[in-house]
């Protein structure tokens, strides 16, 4: 049977590739968006290399101290998530799940041994992201939904300001379970005022629906609706289809031509340059550089310019014919191929050096000898794995399977093995090497900000430092 299983989770961070998670809840349901079994919810317990920000507590309500006495090794929940996740013909879905929660997954089976991407695809499992169709709803058919607006008078997307405005039950937003009710609630009221955009955004989770619309030939102007577009102009942009990306075959360069393409006219250098300067450095004349990438694998939401009626043209002040002609001068540059290939190549950025875990995107993909050494990880028990670790086929699985033991199973760990995994925890909490979330003077420098804006009550700052203490003395650090 074909389900959505609706999830999220509370991290101790918002840095997807450091950050590990606290909390863990989902709810599958059927396609008409009826709850199916029961539903999960649990904690994960933090490790000792590192400190949660004090920001994640005051937001969550969740303290180390809880996580520690409710929640699972970092192993254990990963295989729990895993399980859930991997049913076959699953569709995994929340709000924003693309960009945080989907990334959280990747790099949590990569530390804990496991393919990081295979319950994505295999058994006709998908996954699926609810923003970019909220986005696409403002922008293009906004009918039957309160939009709300923030404290500056701006409209904004949080899924707690949607609940309220639309009396959806959002009791104890930022609880992971609580977060997973609303958005089913809200993926319930979309479909009902909206249901062909609903089915349409649907299928491009897939990415030849994506790639069907990004026409290298015709190289039509396509309706985008992103993030990346500015709220005020309805999340909206004209873009034409370029070419493929230089060295991901999963993106796409796209060109905006709801502004003017001054940049052609500049050598491919200072193209790449002016790129990625900072937003407030563009002006009125020389507007932000108009390309952008598509990523095909990450469910775009891409439309046909036959989507817009004149409503949506007035609304959000297109000139169509500005856009048409702008098309036509990018498409006729004799250097366009060059400036893409000098503004997206990757050989000259530098690269940093970090550990094993933090290396998802950067080490290259699994080798067969690495995928099979995984596997025969999690058909070992804990205590033989340290005689495994000995036929280690590289020395980043070498890596990762010494911190999965260190985490998950210290009891394992041989005296010199205790020792080295001691000096991690004090490295990485004097700020001497990289950790997955705050070394220590980085905590302290974080509560002191909390306490100056009066952020965080006394309580859970007593409750946190305690915790920071006890790591400290633990790492043996005087």
Known sequence: MDTFYWYDYESWGTDTRRVHPCQFAGIRTDMELNEVGEPAMFFSRPSPDYLPHPMASVVTGITPQRALAEGLSEAEFCREVLTELSVPSTCSV????????????RHMLYRCLYPPYEREFRNNNSRWDLLDLVRACFALRPEGIQWPVDS????????????????????????????????????????????????????LRKKQHVLNHLDFIKQDILVHISGRYNVEEGCLGLVIP????????????????????????LPPVQVRELMFRNQEEWTQEQPRISLRTIQVNKCPFIAPLSTLDDNIVKRWQLDLSKAKDWREKILKSKHLSEIINTVYDSSSEELHQLPAEF????????SNLETNFMQKVHRNPPGQLASLAQDSPSERIEELLFLYRARNFPDTLFPKEAEQWQRVCRRRLLGEETCPGLNYPQFQAAMTELKKASLITPQLAQSLEHYAQELIVKAGIN
Do not use: C
């Open 242 to 265: 370029i070419q493929l990306h230089p060295s991901n075959p999963n993106s796409i360069v796209v060109a905006d031509v709801r502004v003017e393409p001054w940049w052609l006219s």
């Open 152 to 203: 500056k008078g701006k409209h904004s997307f949080k899924l707690e300001l949607l609940t309220l405005a639309n009396n959806i039950s959002h009791v104890g937003a930022h609880d992971a379970l609580v977060d997973v009710r609303a958005t089913i609630a809200l993926a319930r009221l979309i479909r009902q005022h909206q249901p062909k955009l609903f089915d349409y955004a649907f299928n």
């Open 359 to 366: 290396g998802l995107y950067s080490g290259g993909f699994m």
């Open 94 to 105: 929340g709000y924003n799940t693309i960009s945080y929660d989907d990334e959280l997954t």
